[in-house]
């Protein structure tokens, strides 16, 4: 069964920080890019970051570069996103998802086939 699951969300004072994950089971990373999107509640879904699957290179949008740093353990089938300094408009629903390319990643949603359920970030002192 092909499944992305999501996991490491929680609440976090401002300046705080936390490291989601994404783990993928029923295929394997090695031929995927992976993407990370959020949803603030009354708002539009938003690319964050992603990282191609060929040679590692990274997208980060402008709200959070420098803040947030994704990785992969293609080893363990896993996808990291580790966010600092967060800030209370960072608070979403982040969601994890796979896109079947060898091109460099982008944040463009319908490009992506297989997506997690999401975990909540709540960013608030």
């Known amino acids: 069964q092909v499944q992305v699951v999501e996991s490491g969300g929680g609440l976090v004072q401002p300046g705080g920080s936390l490291r989601l994950s994404c783990a993928a089971s029923g295929f394997s990373l090695d031929y995927y890019a992976i993407g990370w999107f959020r949803q603030a509640p009354g708002k539009e879904r938003e690319g964050v970051s992603c990282?191609?699957?060929?040679?590692?290179?990274?997208y980060y949008d402008d709200s959070v570069k420098g803040r947030f740093t994704i990785s992969r353990d293609n080893a363990k089938n896993m996808v990291y996103l580790q966010m600092n300094s967060l800030k209370p408009e960072d608070t979403a629903v982040y969601y994890c998802?796979?896109?079947?390319?060898?091109?460099?990643?982008?944040?463009?949603?319908?490009?992506?086939?297989?997506w997690g359920q999401g975990t909540q970030v709540t960013v608030s002192s």
């Open positions: 990282i191609s699957s060929s040679d590692d290179r990274t």
């Open positions: 998802a796979a896109d079947f390319t060898f091109l460099t990643c982008t944040v463009v949603a319908d490009r992506y086939d297989y």
